[in-house]
C-alpha cells in the first residue's frame, strides 16, 4: 500500500529531492515519521554487525577494500571470534546480526559460512536472526547458507542505472549489473527476505537515476533497503572525482530525502539508518530515524579488526569495542526517545 495513494512519477520524485523549500521538506520529514509508526510501529530494530573478513575478489572503484589497494591489513576473523560476537549479539538481546564480508566465491569460503550460520543458529537455540552480506553468489551457495539458517541477505545494487553501475566498476565480467540483478532474483527464490540499496552522491549521479533508484526497489518489491552517502576512499580510483560530489550536508541531506521518500512509498518495509549517515553527521542516524528509518546495525567487530575494515575514510568508532559501540548507540536513541525492539527480529509483515 502506497502512502501517497497512487505511483509518482520519477520527476515528482527527483523534484522532492531538489527543492529548496525547507518548509515542504520538513512536512516530507514528518509524514514519513508518521508513516512508519503507522505502518512499522515505533520501534527501531538492532542488527549486531560482524565484519567476517576484508578479503575481496572484487575492485569496486569506490571502495577501499578493493582488491588492488595493496595499503589493506587483510583479515578473516577465526571461528571463535564470530561465536564470541555472535554471543554478545544474542546476550545483549540484539535479535539479530548481520555477517559481512568481502566476495570470496572458493569452496572454503562458501563451507565456512554455512558452517558459522549453523552453529550461531544452534548456540542460540534458532533464535538469532542472521541475515548475510556476502556479495554476489550462485543459487545453490545462496540457497545452502538459506537452508543452513540465514533468512535475510543484503546486496545492494549500488545504483539501479546500468549506465552509472558501469561508471563505478571495471568494465569486465566479474562486475556485471545485469548478474548482481540476477542475484536479487536467486535470493528471493532461494527464500531470503531481500535487501538492497544504493550509494547517494556518486560522481555523475543525477537526481533522476535517484529517483530511479527509489522506482527500482517499489518495483522489485524488497523486503529492506540499506543506502546511504558515497564516501570518499582516498585509495580508490574514484577519489579522483571528489571534487565532482555534493557537499557533505548536501550529500545527508539527499538521503535523509531519500529515506523519507523510500517510507513513503513501501511503507511497510525496513529501512536502514546506516552507518555512513553517522560519518557525515555524529547524529546522522538518529536523524535518519526521525526521517523514516527503523533498523541500526552496531558494530561488533574488535577494534584491531575495525580499522582494516575501511570501506570508506573516517569510519567512526574505529577505538570502540562491541560494548561501548552499543551504549553510545542505546544512548542517542534513548536521548532522542525513540525505543529499542529488544530481542525481536523486526521483519517486514510483507506478503509478496
Ligand atoms: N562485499 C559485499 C559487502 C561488503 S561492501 C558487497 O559489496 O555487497 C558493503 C557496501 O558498502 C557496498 O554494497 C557499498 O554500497 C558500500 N560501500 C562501499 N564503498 C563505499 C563508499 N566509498 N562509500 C559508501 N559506501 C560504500
Ligand atoms: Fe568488495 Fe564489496 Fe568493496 Fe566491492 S563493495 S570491493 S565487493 S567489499
Redesign the pocket.
Known amino acids: 500500500m502506497d502512502v501517497f495513494g497512487y505511483l509518482p512519477e520519477k520527476e515528482e520524485l527527483a523534484h522532492w529531492l531538489t527543492t529548496e523549500d525547507a518548509e515542504a521538506v520538513s512536512g516530507l520529514f514528518a509524514a514519513a515519521l508518521a508513516a512508519r509508526k503507522a505502518y512499522r510501529g515505533s520501534k527501531v530494530y538492532l542488527r549486531g554487525l560482524i565484519e567476517l573478513s576484508n578479503i ?1 575478489v ?1 575492485d ?1 572503484l ?4 578493493r582488491s588492488s589497494n595493496r595499503d589493506v591489513q587483510r583479515y578473516e576473523l577465526e571461528d571463535e571470534k564470530v561465536y564470541s560476537e555472535a554471543m554478545f549479539a544474542w546476550k545483549e538481546h540484539y535479535g539479530s546480526l548481520v555477517i ?4 570470496r566465491t572458493d569452496a572454503r569460503f562458501v563451507d565456512r559460512i554455512t558452517r558459522l550460520v549453523r552453529k550461531i543458529k544452534e548456540l542460540s537455540s534458532g533464535r538469532l536472526g542472521i541475515t548475510l ?3 554476489e553468489q550462485r543459487p545453490e551457495v545462496y540457497r545452502e547458507w538459506f537452508e543452513a539458517g540465514a533468512h535475510r541477505y ?3 545494487i ?1 545504483s539501479s542505472d546500468p549506465d552509472l553501475y558501469r561508471k563505478i566498476h571495471p568494465d569486465n565480467p566479474k562486475h556485471s549489473f545485469d548478474r548482481r540483478l540476477a542475484c536479487l532474483g536467486y535470493l528471493r527464490d532461494a527464500g531470503y527476505k531481500v535487501g538492497t ?3 547517494i552522491g556518486l560522481p555523475f549521479q543525477t537526481p533522476m537515476q535517484l529517483a530511479g533508484d527509489l522506482l527500482f526497489f517499489k518495483n522489485i518489491d524488497v523486503d529492506m533497503v540499506g543506502m ?6 582516498d585509495r ?1 580510483p ?1 577519489y579522483a572525482f571528489r571534487n565532482r560530489i555534493p557537499s557533505p550536508e548536501r550529500r545527508l541531506d539527499l538521503s535523509l530525502r531519500m529515506v523519507a521518500l523510500l517510507r513513503l512509498l513501501m511503507p511497510e518495509i525496513n529501512i536502514a539508518a546506516t552507518t ?1 549517515m553517522q560519518v557525515l553527521d555524529p547524529l546522522g542516524r538518529e536523524k535518519a530515524i526521525m526521517a523514516g528509518a527503523n533498523v541500526i546495525m552496531p558494530n561488533m567487530t574488535d577494534p584491531e579488526n575495525r580499522e582494516s575494515y575501511q ?2 575514510n573516517n569510519k567512526p568508532g574505529l577505538k570502540d569495542d562491541a560494548a561501548i559501540t552499543k551504549s553510545r548507540i542505546v544512548e542517542n536513541l534513548a536521548a532522542a526517545g525513540i525505543s529499542i525492539g529488544w530481542d525481536e527480529w523486526g521483519d517486514s509483515q510483507k506478503v509478496h
Open positions: 575481496c572484487k569496486c569506490y571502495c577501499g577494500l559481512q564480508s568481502g566476495e552480506s556476502c556479495g543484503l546486496l545492494r549500488e540499496g544504493v550509494m546511504g552517502p558515497y564516501l570518499e576512499h580508490t574514484l555512513a570501506i570508506y
